[in-house]
């Protein structure tokens, strides 16, 4: 299973959509992608997790990363759309208390203040 990326630009939010399985394998490849999407313009980051089938640590890592990188630059990080088995693994390590989740990418872009 391959892990495939999309970056969309809307107005001061940026869009990330995550597809496949963010493990071992593909877990830097999912933080290179978070750390460089802070741009001067942006006010919000939302990763949109629906097409994510799997998530492991490394992955959990990652996204943690990006939240921290987000907050220190003052910036929203807004999970949208996680599927049961992201849920489980984010509500295991007591992670949906620490993240923004939204039901999906429009509920996030309403959260986004």
């Known amino acids: 299973m391959t892990m495939e990326h999309t970056i969309t630009e809307d107005g001061s939010l940026t869009v990330i959509s995550l597809e496949g399985e963010i493990d071992l394998e593909y877990s830097s490849q ?20 629906s097409g994510v089938l799997m998530i492991d640590s490394s992955g959990v ?5 990006g939240f921290q990188s987000a907050k220190k630059r003052g910036k929203e990080f807004i999970l949208a759309g996680p599927g049961e088995s992201v849920l489980r693994v984010l509500k295991l390590a007591r992670l ?3 993240f923004t989740l939204a039901d999906d990418v429009d509920s996030a872009k309403s959260a986004a203040g």
């Open 96 to 98: 949906d208390t620490v």
């Open 30 to 49: 999912v933080r290179e992608i978070l750390l460089g999407t802070f741009g001067e313009n942006n006010r919000a980051i939302i990763v949109d997790l």
């Open 61 to 65: 890592a990652s996204l943690l990363e």
